[in-house]
């Protein structure tokens, strides 16, 4: 047996329309982001989910209600989704902590965290998924960070590769979390 999930990144805030990077501070939907969160649910409600496993910052968990509301779909925030702490960069121009990230790999950001502290975070956020929903198919809503650490935990990708690759965006990726699985080297 094996869990299967499907991530999806959190919709369009009015931060990522301003070239803001968010990192640990709420952060909101811009109107575009709420239709888009909408289409996520047509796209993903009738898919056999069993759970949704969301960030609990807001523009996260915002996306989720929107998506999922009025349907039988248990959404489950939890803190270890959220995007990395850019520490006092946290709501600065995405342009500055885009040209530090490989910097901060391994490294925290000053008053933050590093990436390498993210992918620990996911880990244990997937340490108890497979302990508890083996079997199941299930759909993550999170940042970019953990998309990466999804990427190295689950694919066997490097952080080093990933920090400063461009993003594209597409409608979810999809990853295996198989029974007994418990991190890197497994």
Known sequence: MAVEIVYETHSITEDNERGIATGWLPGRLSEAGRRLAAELGDRRGNTGLAAVFVSDLHRAAETARIAFEGTPIPIHQD????????????????????????????????????????????????????????????????????????????????????????????????????????????
Do not use: K, M
């Open 79 to 186: 803190p270890r989704l959220r995007e990395c702490d850019y520490g006092p960069l946290n709501g600065g121009p995405v342009s500055l902590v885009a040209a530090r990230r490989a910097a901060h790999i391994d490294v925290p950001f000053p008053g933050g965290q590093s990436y390498r502290q993210v992918v620990e975070a996911t880990e244990s956020f997937l340490r108890d998924l497979v302990a508890g929903w083996d079997g199941a198919r299930v759909l993550i809503v999170a940042h970019s960070a953990n998309r990466w650490a999804l990427d190295c935990l689950l694919t066997g990708a490097r952080l080093e590769d990933l920090v400063d690759a461009p993003f594209a965006w597409q409608p979810g990726w999809h990853y295996t979390l198989h029974t007994g699985w418990r991190g890197p080297g497994d």
